[in-house]
């Protein structure tokens, strides 16, 4: 079974991951940050990764470091389950209507790490947490895990629907992507031979 570990230590942040790529979808997660934790177990449930994520950080300034670093957490851990990324789809791809809303996630485990993000929000707010914040979240983890990734709002009014839809999207593109080929499982999907993110 792939699975990894992975943590980041800083003055701002102090962060744990553990997952399973092949597991069943069942999360553990407390970033501090209730509605980061629900898109979080958003991921984990619809990609079917078991995911334990542990954060402490400095939300007594705001929510940014947190938000972030647990984007290089979560995306640095499933980078390292993949290893030589031999076998896997690669590609993936989700369209997630949500009542209203519709958005598109497309996914490319390339090991080139490139965010496309077409996203607008009319609230600067949902709860506590800064509607700016998700797309450092994206950020940080297509950097981590090394992967073009295109996040696209089509349409929706309802901000939580919005998100929640890009959440669920990457989930479902990441999961189509990590899984085995199977008529090529002992193949990197690459001319290049490589795949890896400091390939």
């Not at 984007?71 to 590609?91: E, Q």
Request: charged share 25%; aromatic share 6%; proline share 2%.
């Amino acid at each position: 079974m792939r699975k990894a570990k992975e943590e980041r230590n800083t003055k701002e942040t102090k962060i744990k991951t553990s997952i399973n790529l092949d597991g069943k979808g069942v999360s553990n997660i407390d970033t501090g940050i209730g509605f980061l934790d629900h898109m979080l177990e958003q991921i984990s449930r619809h990609s079917l990764i078991d995911i334990d994520l542990k954060a402490k950080g400095d939300l007594h300034i705001d929510y940014h470091h947190t938000t972030e670093d647990s984007g290089y957490v979560l995306g640095s851990a499933i980078s390292k389950a993949l290893d030589n990324r031999l076998g896997i789809n690669r590609f993936g791809n989700a369209l997630i209507p949500m009542d209203e809303t519709l958005s598109r996630v497309v996914i490319d485990l390339s090991g080139r790490p490139y965010l496309v993000w077409k996203v607008a929000f009319t609230q600067k707010k949902l709860g506590e947490m800064d509607t700016e914040l998700f797309k450092e979240w994206f950020q940080a983890f297509s950097q981590a895990i090394g992967a073009n990734i295109h996040v696209e709002n089509l349409y929706g009014v309802n901000n939580h629907h919005i998100i929640e839809s890009c959440f669920k999207g990457l989930a479902r593109a990441i999961r189509s992507a990590i899984n085995i080929d199977e008529k090529a499982a002992n193949i990197v999907p690459s001319t290049k031979g490589i795949l890896r993110k400091d390939g």
